[in-house]
């Protein structure tokens, strides 16, 4: 090995035993008068606590309103709001009205087809959905100051499918800023606060829609994911997330829309507060192509008749830290977990591919190109890039007041030329067949999340600004993926695994995390 190297080597480790654990010490004593566990009131009724599908039935049951059950959840809302600030933009007048309707609708002695169960499942009941989402008359900033008045021109397929299926939208959440942060806070709607403990983060960049569903505020919700954006937010929050197999959901109508390969690494999906909801709300989502792998749902699934297999780390990746030992314990409590109780072998898998993971994520988010000013174009909403240089200055002298740091410095990386784009899309592809010719039709991978629980406020900048991509080389692979909830650490914050099974075996890993929330563990109340 060079003397290059070595040093390079000997700085990493000095960063990740010295400079880390420090950095992490200063924002701990900074935040020391807010990092207090479960801030939340209680829920003030049994409905907030009820899983979602089970609630639909008791509407069309006539043992609960529409009504009822939209004003309890509008009412939490407005108490969580003030302490964790997830929604952006409501319309409780609105869900109000159409709660009446769909009462009035079910008061009548013949229902029309439309409103059947099976076309309209979620009759009646709210859900929440992110702000990037198009919902036509409202909000799709993104955290962008220069859109902070942009409203969208019509609704997103997912969200005529949601309201279609009867589902009735309560609000709006936040998102960091162009959605590519892992902190949802920008300049438009602020930050918002982990439920576990307002001192920490909730994820992005669906960041909202895992706090307000983990907080009782929504019993479900749309988020979006090209690098984690579902699945770290669900971690952060301690609640299920699902990113779907590629091209299954609709990815049309947001802000920003993913381009070329983009899109295939694009994924909108649910989130959720209990697995028994993902695949209710899994099915409208994906709308009529649910079609397509509806047989797969249908079939009885014995799990011990599985192969499962496990990967530790990301192979010796130098950029990333690696899993910390609360990561390290929900790994191995749901290894044990299934070996004891579907008394199976789960098999550790070396992928050593999974060293350039984030050289991989980049080459395909800049599609192929070895630089590009794409998000600096972004941060300007399509029009001449913003000089990232500039903004970074205007953010050291305190001037700043249109872009979060984590967006600056993203613009100016992405500037930097990466090395062999072309072999590192050749190499993800090749990491991809040899993952598929491993766990084929019948095998679940069970995934390490983020490598530590939520961070403080702005920490992550400074000790895990590339830690998203133990997700994002899964967006890379086009698979789905499952976040599932292992419990609390010692410090009453939410840990948890990732699922993973073969394109199109979306009923592997949601029927695996249904298992999991019925015999070992599930969401945790923040409260």
Request: charged share 20%; proline share 6%; hydrophobic share 40%.
């Amino acid at each position: 090995m060079g003397k290059i190297n070595v040093f390079v080597l000997g700085f990493l480790k000095f960063i990740d035993n010295v400079l880390k654990p420090l950095i992490s010490y200063c924002f701990s004593f900074y935040y020391s008068k807010i990092d207090v566990p479960n801030p939340l009131p209680k829920c003030s009724s049994d409905l907030l606590l009820t899983p979602g599908y089970k609630l639909a039935k008791k509407i069309r049951n006539k043992e609960i309103t529409s009504l009822q059950l939209v004003t309890v959840y509008i009412d939490r809302i407005k108490q969580i709001q003030p302490l964790v600030n997830c929604v952006v933009q409501e319309r409780f007048d609105e869900a109000i009205k159409e709660a009446k309707e769909v009462d009035r609708i079910l008061s009548l002695l013949e229902i029309s087809e439309k409103y059947s169960e099976e076309n309209a499942p979620l009759l009646g009941v709210p859900f929440s959905c992110k702000e990037c989402i198009w919902v036509k008359g409202m909000s799709n900033n993104s955290g962008l100051v220069c859109r902070k008045d942009v409203l969208a021109p019509e609704d997103a397929k997912v969200v005529i499918y949601m309201k279609d299926s009867g589902a009735i939208l309560t609000c709006l959440t936040n998102t960091s800023e162009v959605c590519m942060w892992l902190e949802s806070s920008n300049y438009v709607t602020g930050t918002t606060r982990n439920p576990y403990n307002l001192s920490r983060i909730v994820g992005g960049s669906s960041g909202g829609e895992g706090c307000i569903v983990s907080a009782c505020g929504a019993v479900w919700g749309i988020g979006s994911d090209i690098g984690g954006s579902i699945r770290m937010p669900s971690f952060f929050n301690g609640v299920y997330g699902h990113k779907p197999s590629k091209n299954l959901i609709s990815n049309e109508f947001q802000f920003p829309q993913g381009i070329g390969m983009q899109e295939d690494m694009l994924g909108t999906g649910p989130i959720c507060r209990y697995a028994s909801d993902l695949k209710v709300i899994f099915k409208v989502l994906c709308g009529p192509k649910f079609s397509e792998i509806e047989k797969n749902f249908e079939q009885k699934i014995e799990l011990k008749n599985l192969k499962f297999y496990y990967v530790q780390d990301l192979q010796g990746n130098v950029l990333v830290t690696k899993p910390s030992d609360d990561v390290k314990k929900s790994l191995e409590r749901a290894i044990k977990f299934l070996e004891t109780d579907l008394g199976v072998e789960v098999r550790e898998l070396k992928l050593k591919k999974l060293r350039s993971s984030f050289q991989m994520w980049t080459s395909m988010m800049n599609n192929g190109k070895s630089s590009s000013d794409s998000f600096s174009t972004l941060l300007n909403d399509g029009k001449e890039p913003v000089n990232p240089y500039k903004e970074l200055v205007r953010s050291i002298f305190g001037f700043q007041d249109k872009h979060t740091l984590p967006a600056i410095s993203l613009a100016i990386t992405e500037r930097f030329p990466s090395s062999r784009p072309d072999h590192h899309i050749e190499l993800a592809n090749a990491l991809r067949e040899e993952i598929k010719d491993i766990i084929k039709d019948d095998g679940i991978i069970i995934f390490p999340s983020f490598p530590v629980v939520a961070p403080y406020h702005n920490q992550a900048l400074f000790t895990n600004s590339l830690d998203f991509i133990y997700y994002g080389i899964l967006n890379v692979m086009g698979f789905p993926v499952t976040q599932i909830p292992m419990g609390l650490n010692m410090e009453g914050l939410p840990t948890g695994v990732q699922l993973v099974a073969n394109h199109n075996m979306d009923h592997l890993t949601i029927k695996l995390a249904e298992h999991f929330e019925n015999n070992l563990t599930g969401w945790i109340p923040p409260f």
